[in-house]
């Protein structure tokens, strides 16, 4: 079975710094893609970044990142100039590939401080 | 525009009172999901479907029915709901399958469940 730990509940950053967020993950399966998700207080869910189990790069999308790193089954994101507007829940999320079974972690919330 | 709706966003009912809430999507995708969120546990997935007719259990089915009958509807029956079943719960929909490209769940807005 598949499994998502975030091992962080809550985290702080100072505006204009750079924050880790951390998710590792077991698995069993050779093909999976990873993907982080943003909870703003408002509730909705906004998709941010995924990363290929085969992909050789890590993955990047603006001030996202994803710090892969496959023989230590880790997926950390990386938000790089932290702004006020990051301050959310930020969820690490599994699936095989070729299905639509999608396993989630419990989330790490992040407040920005100014 | 692009978007998943759910109805109602909020709900307040009663143990045992059949509810459904409904999903829709504009987008013409194949993959629709159910999730609920319970704080320390994240979202636990439902029921997904793959297509119109083809449902499939997640993590978390018992007490819930789905059904497929359009491409674009994909709602959540709670035939005798209970207070445990209190949640708030997304609907979201993917065009391909994971892992083939860059796979974007889109999710709606949530329904925020009350189960008295």
């Known amino acids: 079975a598949q499994k998502i730990t975030q091992t962080q509940p809550g985290m702080f950053v100072q505006e204009k710094e750079a924050v880790t967020l951390d998710c590792t993950y077991d698995?069993?399966?050779?093909?999976?893609?990873l993907f982080w998700y943003k909870q703003p207080s408002s509730g909705e869910m906004i998709f941010l970044i995924y990363?290929?189990?085969?992909?050789?790069q890590n993955a990047t999308e603006g001030r996202y990142s994803l710090n892969f790193q496959k023989a230590r089954k880790s997926a950390n994101l990386v938000i790089s100039a932290s702004q006020l507007g990051d301050s959310a829940m930020y969820f690490c999320a599994i699936a095989t590939s070729g299905t639509y079974k999608y396993i989630f972690g419990t989330g790490t919330r992040l407040k920005v401080l100014a | 525009e692009a978007q998943v709706t759910q109805n109602p966003r909020y709900l307040i009912t009663v143990t045992g009172k059949k509810l459904t809430v409904t999903c829709s999507q504009n987008?013409?995708?194949?993959?629709m999901s159910w999730y609920r969120q319970d704080p320390g546990l994240g979202l636990r997935q439902i029921y997904y479907s793959m297509n119109v007719e083809v449902t499939d259990k997640g993590d978390v089915p018992e007490g819930y029915k789905v059904s497929r009958k359009e491409k674009r509807n994909f709602p959540l029956i709670l035939e005798s709901p209970s207070p445990n079943q209190t949640s708030l719960y997304f609907c979201a929909s993917s065009l391909q399958r994971t892992g083939y490209s860059t796979d974007t769940q889109y999710f709606g807005p949530g329904t925020r469940l009350t189960v008295l």
């Open positions: 698995t069993s399966d050779q093909s999976y893609g």
């Open positions: 990363q290929g189990s085969y992909d050789e």
């Open positions: 987008m013409n995708h194949e993959y």
